[in-house]
């Protein structure tokens, strides 16, 4: 089946630092990635909807300037958190939808990248 | 507003027993998708069942089946012949478009 790949599993930076996470559809194109934020015992958080070639849609209360959001191909997205602070310590997953195929528009997820700012 | 709502936080089941886990949802929509996934220990993402809301028959795999009400917007998950694999966070989600809205889970704990 598809597969989605997160990079890196876990990163822990310096807070004031910037951390980039990576997502890749590895066997198929992704036009659309999406980027959730999920807190510890909660649910998913749906943070941006991240499409090839154009800006980032985000979610209601999510910071643009701090959560850069770039999809330069149609294999690749990237989550950049910028002057990380210890409250963005958590975990985040992106997922792809896989296009065409008479998939029926699945999605697939990565699988999530633990956060820890220091 | 699309939400999506599992009443039950937690639930347990025996092995081998048969577990039905609740989901409701609210939308005013007539074509969408919905679906439940499977969060283990790892944190992975994993996909059990998808059902069309065109479609009325429900969705079936394996030992995991739903009972879809589309009138009254009821997505139930029932998992029978429970196996210790089974043990998770499960969440139901509906997907209209392109986004998928989950509830808020529920951590399904399997009794040997």
């Known amino acids: 089946g598809a597969v989605v790949s997160q990079h890196p599993s876990r990163v822990i930076c310096k807070s004031g630092t910037s951390v980039k996470i990576e997502c890749r559809s590895l066997?198929?194109?992704?036009?659309?990635m999406f980027w959730y934020r999920q807190f510890p015992k909660q649910s998913l958080m749906l943070m941006a909807t991240?499409?090839?070639?154009?800006?980032?849609?985000?979610e209601q209360g999510v910071e643009k300037d701090k959560f850069l959001i770039n999809h330069a191909s149609l294999t690749l997205s990237t989550l950049t958190v910028t002057s990380a602070h210890p409250e963005d310590s958590s975990f985040y997953i992106c997922?792809?939808?896989?296009f065409g195929r008479g998939a029926g528009n699945t999605i697939y997820f990565g699988e999530g990248s633990w956060l820890t700012v220091v | 507003a699309q939400t999506v709502t599992q009443s039950q936080p937690e639930m347990s089941v025996q092995e081998a027993e048969t577990v039905t886990l609740s989901c409701t949802y609210d939308?005013?929509?007539?074509?969408?998708?919905l679906f439940w996934y499977k969060q283990p220990p790892s944190r992975q993402m994993i996909l059990v069942i998808r059902q069309e809301a065109y479609k009325q028959q429900n969705a079936t795999e394996n030992r995991f089946s739903v009972n879809f009400q589309k009138a009254a917007k009821s997505f139930s998950l029932k998992i029978s012949d429970s196996q210790l694999g089974d043990a998770a966070m499960y969440f139901c989600a509906y997907r209209p478009a392109q986004k998928l809205v989950f509830g808020q889970g529920t951590r399904l704990t399997i009794n040997p």
């Open positions: 066997d198929f194109q992704a036009t659309t």
């Open positions: 997922s792809a939808r896989e």
């Open positions: 939308t005013s929509e007539s074509d969408y998708y």
């Open positions: 991240s499409n090839e070639g154009s800006k980032a849609t985000y």
